[in-house]
């Protein structure tokens, strides 16, 4: 008997139209490749021809300058799963940073849907090889150079799309892009005001980008609190229920995408759980510092008004209680990671124990707030 006395059949249905997908969330390209090749796949069926577009758009990368700009439709006839498109490369001799472009699939027909991978993140490695010292430092020049022009098309194109509905893609807007615009028009254009990770090592753009989020924490937190006073919530209720739902929503559905689209469950979790910590340094940290300098630099040291005291008797309970919630979340975060029957992953596995996770999860922050919240009102008292 020959060493393969094993195979393995797949048998494809051709009931229905299919799924259309691209085959991987992410490409790696070298510059000098000349094109990069992208596989578009044909899932749960293929009945039928049917099309679908495939549209490129810059992150870091910049059309017609490290790239070719794609706008075209891509056929499927019967019985046929995958497809492979191809994006031209620019090649130079000129040193640059890796640059990045995205390709979104759109506009599926003959009853043809989109799975979760739509889009994809192609990286150009820059694979220029440099001998002497005169050309490396040449190059550094034109690098920096080069970022000059990258971060003026890159915050170009942030204030373009902030400024359009769907980012631009007004053919494939429905109704509720156009709500969404209206609602959120004044966000997208303040951060459209942060500069591109580009420009000045990222730093500039950590800066600005931090200094949005204290204002959008500061706005959510006192809105909150004016909320909570006419509805005759109490402070540090409102603080764990209206503030944090505020605050920690947007943090949980970029979490939520970071997991979908990536291999690992680093970016979700340390999303979620930095995200939440900034909130908390800002939200809680900035104000009570300015408060004490302003206490320390109105008062004398000897008068009682200088001291900048937190009242709040609720305040050391709830620190305690969410102390206890978070360690026992990260006791299940690691039991995930070491267990079977949990995948040896702390995200995803098996229906039960995404289930299990999810209602662990849920169950600490019903206990959290409930507990918080009866013992503000003295409802249950240590």
Request: net charge negative; with cysteine; hydrophobic share 45%.
């Amino acid at each position: 008997m020959d060493k393969i006395c094993v195979t393995q059949v797949s048998i494809i249905n051709d009931d229905e139209p299919g799924v259309l997908q691209f085959q991987k969330p992410s490409y790696l390209y070298k510059e000098s490749a000349g094109c990069a090749e992208l596989v578009i796949e044909r899932n749960d069926g293929c009945d039928g021809r049917v099309t679908v577009r495939f549209k490129t758009k810059d992150i870091t990368a910049i059309a017609g300058k490290d790239y070719e700009a794609r706008d075209e439709e891509v056929e499927f006839t019967h019985g046929e799963v995958t497809k492979t498109i191809q994006i031209p490369l620019h090649d130079d001799d000129v040193f640059n940073e890796d640059k990045i472009f995205e390709v979104m699939l759109s506009e599926p027909t003959a009853g043809a849907t989109l799975g979760k991978s739509k889009c994809t993140i192609v990286t150009i490695l820059n694979d220029d090889d440099y001998q002497t010292l005169i050309t490396r430092v040449a190059n550094l020049t034109s690098v920096n150079l080069e970022k000059l022009v990258i971060g003026k098309e890159s915050w170009k194109q942030q204030f373009s799309e902030a400024l359009s509905v769907n980012g631009g893609n007004v053919e494939e807007a429905e109704t509720m892009d156009f709500i969404l615009h209206f609602l959120t028009f004044g966000w997208k254009v303040m951060f459209a005001c942060v500069p591109p990770a580009h420009i000045a090592g990222g730093w500039l753009c950590f800066g600005v980008a931090l200094g949005c989020i204290a204002i959008v924490t500061a706005i959510i937190g006192d809105m909150a609190s004016i909320l909570g006073a006419l509805l005759g919530i109490k402070d540090s209720v409102t603080a764990i229920t209206l503030v944090a739902l505020g605050t920690s929503l947007p943090d949980t559905f970029a979490s939520k995408v970071a997991a979908i689209n990536e291999d690992t469950a680093d970016a979700a979790i340390g999303n979620i759980t930095g995200s939440n910590s900034v909130n908390v340094f800002l939200g809680l940290g900035i104000p009570w510092v300015l408060a004490c300098i302003y206490k320390q630099i109105t008062y004398q040291s000897n008068d009682q008004r200088s001291k900048f005291v937190i009242t709040d008797k609720s305040l050391p309970f709830a620190i305690a209680l969410y102390s206890i919630a978070a360690i026992l979340t990260l006791l299940l975060l690691t039991w995930r990671r070491y267990s079977v029957s949990a995948g040896k992953a702390e995200l995803g596995g098996t229906p039960r124990i995404r289930n299990i996770s999810m209602l662990a999860c849920m169950s600490l922050w019903l206990v959290y707030v409930v507990c918080s919240t009866l013992y503000a009102y003295n409802v249950i008292t240590f």
